[in-house]
């Protein structure tokens, strides 16, 4: 009977181990989204006109 009982919470620690991963990776999904929504990043120094030499690029439309 004792290996019954042992047989039967065999499956307990799996299962606690994948439901705590599945909580930890949707925590850390919902902190990047949280970051993404509400961050605003400053204006990066860029080229406002066109470069004449190749590999000179400017922002398609500017935020700043």
């Not at 042992?6 to 989204?33: E, I």
Request: hydrophobic share 50%; proline share 5%; charged share 15%.
């Amino acid at each position: 009977m004792a290996e019954t009982a042992t047989a039967k919470r065999g499956w307990f620690w799996p299962l606690w181990l994948l439901a705590t991963a599945v909580l930890l990776v949707l925590a850390a999904n919902a902190h990047l989204v949280y970051v993404a929504v509400s961050s605003q990043p400053d204006c990066v120094a860029h080229l406002k006109d066109r470069g004449d030499a190749p590999g000179q690029y400017r922002a398609a439309k500017s935020a700043c």
